[in-house]
């Protein structure tokens, strides 16, 4: 008996689940790759950067309460506007969701709304590997000097990660709940699930994660397309999971020889589906827009490169190379523009419109 009524609350439950405002909510699949085709061929090329405000150190001070800054998110769209960048990738935060979930699902509508003024329809990060293994809610550390993405946070944290069984009932909640106050949002153009799974030397331990932050999307209803970029060749098994999931296939790519640029493209083509970078531009690397952003518009690929507004996060300088008694590396590693809205580069800023041009 108690084994049926259990079931039966299972049934219910799960009917609920798939009722929104009296109505049912068809779970998504996978987009086939003419419906990608489609949407993708709906789109102007699509070009960008990854964003995150000069004023914050990392996604959780980005979205918290006391430290959301829409003044400055609004001048720096409008200098993304001005160069013709039509889209955003954009790193939210699980621990902010956790502590303010109502608060934060309003600023990431304040968010959406800045971007449309400008003309730019972003695509959200939900989790990442990348980075400092551990965040708290509150107050964020100060830079470290000199030192790249000192501030940067992996999502979930990684003390959090040794029992799957609790955390994923919090992050199930985080994903539906974002994904269900924006599903149908036209302002918005994609979701990026994870950011670069398996880095930090989590390798497999990272697809649990992976899939399930596919299956909650879907069952949250998602009508954007999903993703999670590629971004190291050695992870075979990640990359296959990856790829069969992705509606739209994306990937990472600092090289700048434009051979492997083109070859990357060439392979993930073959898979069928329209390909954007969400990663690329590091002029140590000799990873230039004038080499490569030519390259990703001549082949249809979009091109989000890292870092806009020089900021907390230091990523003018380059990895592993921290430079603590230098206010300015003379060859920034990322990024566009100072503060002030003067550029690094003159001659970057015109090759970036001649690539926006439409």
């Not at 960048?85 to 509508?109: A, C, H, Q, W």
């Not at 000097?145 to 919090?170: C, E, K, M, Y």
Request: glycine content about 6%; proline content about 6%; some cysteine.
């Amino acid at each position: 008996m108690r084994t049926k009524f259990l079931a039966s609350a299972l049934l219910f439950a799960s009917i609920l689940a798939g009722c929104k405002d009296g109505k049912t909510v068809k779970t998504s699949e996978r987009w086939t790759p003419e419906k990608a085709e489609a949407w993708y061929a709906a789109q102007p090329w699509l070009s960008g950067c990854n964003y995150n405000p000069a004023s914050a150190i990392n996604a959780i001070e980005m979205w918290s309460a006391d430290t959301y800054d829409h003044d400055q998110i609004d001048k720096e769209l409008g200098w993304a506007e001005e160069l013709g960048f039509n889209t955003m990738r954009t790193f939210l935060s699980s621990v902010v969701y956790k502590n303010d979930p109502e608060g934060m699902i309003k600023r990431m509508d304040d968010f959406l709304s800045i971007c449309d003024k400008h003309g730019i329809k972003p695509m959200f990060v939900i989790f990442d590997d990348c980075w400092n293994p551990e965040s708290s809610y509150g107050k964020q550390p100060e830079p470290k000097p000199g030192v790249h993405n000192s501030g940067w946070v992996q999502d979930p944290a990684v003390s959090l990660r040794a029992d799957t069984t609790a955390l994923f009932i919090d992050l199930e909640k985080y994903v539906k709940g974002i994904v269900d106050a924006f599903r149908g949002d036209d302002r918005l153009l994609m979701w990026d699930l994870y950011n670069e799974p398996g880095n930090s030397d989590h390798v497999n331990e990272s697809i649990p994660l992976v899939k399930n932050s596919f299956r909650w999307a879907r069952e949250a209803g998602s009508t954007q397309p999903l993703t999670v970029g590629v971004w190291k060749n050695s992870l075979s098994e990640l990359n296959k999971i990856q790829l069969e999931l992705s509606d739209i296939t994306t990937y990472h790519n600092y090289s700048g020889d434009p051979e492997n640029q083109q070859h990357t493209i060439d392979t993930l083509k073959a898979y069928g589906r329209p390909v954007i970078n969400t990663e690329y531009m590091a002029r140590r690397n000799d990873c230039t827009f004038q080499k490569i952003m030519p390259l990703l518009k001549e082949n249809s690929v979009g091109a989000i490169n890292w870092g806009f507004v020089s900021g907390k996060t230091n990523t003018i300088f380059a990895w592993g190379d921290p430079r603590p008694d230098v206010a300015e590396p003379e060859l920034w590693f990322h990024d566009i523009f100072r503060q002030d809205h003067t550029p690094f580069s003159e001659e970057e800023i015109e090759a970036i419109k001649e690539c926006n041009k439409r």
